[in-house]
């Protein structure tokens, strides 16, 4: 449309399907982009009268945008967000998969350093754009619908599916004072004052009590960073697996065990499967491995066939399950075989109260 005049240019009728979402190139004022529920994002030109560009998203797709740059572009849709190269014709450079529902808006920090990633999880991810790795979390109340950043990144505005618009505010950074500073100060000298001091052998040494400090997962479950708090945990699994049992059991009895096993990628999900498989068989751990692997099929089935490790791992976690309810079957049969044979072994026992019988002699008769 000329906006000034109110006359339509032109029309484009490419899509199939409702049109969610669309965005305007930075550099290029004829060029825009857009997203529609027929899976695809066609790339237009103002001054042709077709597309110049499609991609195909495999999922409806809910949003759009594009680089500063303009040679990027990403589109979020299902539980996937994607990152394309416009400049290679289209090229699929990276999809993520780090939420567990619909991902439905985007949004990018004025540097384009930082990715911002909402979803119906109750999640928004927050993305490194130089490796696409999660660098950051925010959980909230409900399903989350819409997110954008304030032009100087200080200020993150959340709507979601409650009808309540969350707005968060970040903290502003410390001045950190010179070291060099604080040792020229007088209140130094007296704090310093004997700690170099060596004590000879007739002196009585006398200790202070060492205050004891939190554990990292310990310090991360009473700051509730649920998540952060099993990650923790499992990088201890290896020398200590009671103390990853014990983290997943506390998670379990304040009912965020679920939250804290979702939004996982490839490797963290592996680990969590090659820890079950090893501690599975354990009749210590295995009550709360159970439910943590319950938990895992039902949030990771619909994707077990996209990652051939996976898939292999879930087929392995099945055989390891299905061997120990044999094991069980056959401990049952066993224990009722045991109780018959201790119920045809027992015998009445004589009461020493009772007078014994007279025995009869040849005589007698």
């Known amino acids: 449309w000329d906006i000034p005049n109110g006359i339509e240019i032109t029309s484009y009728k490419e899509h199939t399907d409702y049109i969610r979402c669309g965005c305007t190139s930075p550099l290029n004022n004829d060029l825009f982009a857009t997203g529609s529920y027929d899976h695809t994002i066609k790339v237009f030109d103002g001054r042709t009268d077709q597309s110049v560009m499609s991609m195909d ?7 759009v945008l ?10 979020a849709g299902g539980r996937y967000v994607k990152v394309w190269d416009i400049l290679k014709g289209g090229q699929l450079l990276v999809s993520l998969r780090n939420h567990h529902k619909t991902v439905t808006c985007l949004s990018l920090s004025s540097s384009g350093q930082r990715l911002l990633s909402g979803s119906l999880d109750r999640h928004v991810k927050v993305y490194s ?4 790795k999660v660098v950051h979390s925010f959980d909230y109340a409900a399903s989350i619908l819409s997110l954008a950043l304030a032009p100087d990144d ?14 968060k505010h970040r903290k502003p950074e410390e001045k950190k004072t010179l070291q060099s500073t604080a040792k020229r100060h007088p209140r130094y000298r007296v704090f310093v004052r004997g700690k170099d001091y060596m004590p000879k052998q007739d002196d009585i040494f006398v200790s202070k009590p060492v205050k004891a400090h939190l554990t ?5 479950l009473k700051g509730f960073h649920m998540s952060k708090a099993l990650d923790a945990a499992l990088q201890v699994r ?4 009671e103390v990853t049992v014990a983290v997943m059991n506390e998670l379990k009895r304040r009912g965020t065990l679920k939250n804290a096993l979702a ?51 879930f087929i ?13 079957e056959e401990l049952l049969k066993i224990l009722g075989m045991m109780d018959t044979l201790f119920a045809t072994m027992t015998t009445k026992k004589e009461s020493p109260w009772e007078e014994p019988k007279p025995i009869l002699s040849l005589n007698s008769q």
């Open 57 to 63: 998203h495999g999922q409806p797709v809910e949003s």
């Open 66 to 75: 594009l680089f500063p740059s303009g040679g990027l572009l990403v589109s």
């Open 129 to 132: 754009t130089m490796n696409y």
């Open 154 to 167: 200080q200020i993150i505005a959340v709507g979601m599916t409650n009808g309540v618009l969350n707005i």
């Open 216 to 220: 990292k997962y310990d310090a991360l």
């Open 238 to 241: 290896m020398k200590r697996p």
């Open 263 to 313: 939004g996982r990628d490839e490797k963290e999900l592996s680990d969590l499967l090659i820890f079950l498989l090893k501690h599975l068989i354990n009749p210590q751990f295995l009550p709360i491995l159970l439910n943590v692997a319950e938990h895992i099929i039902d949030i990771y089935s619909p994707v077990v066939g996209q990652s051939s490790v996976i898939h292999k791992q």
């Open 316 to 328: 392995r976690l099945q055989e390891v399950v299905e061997k120990e309810i044999n094991y069980g």
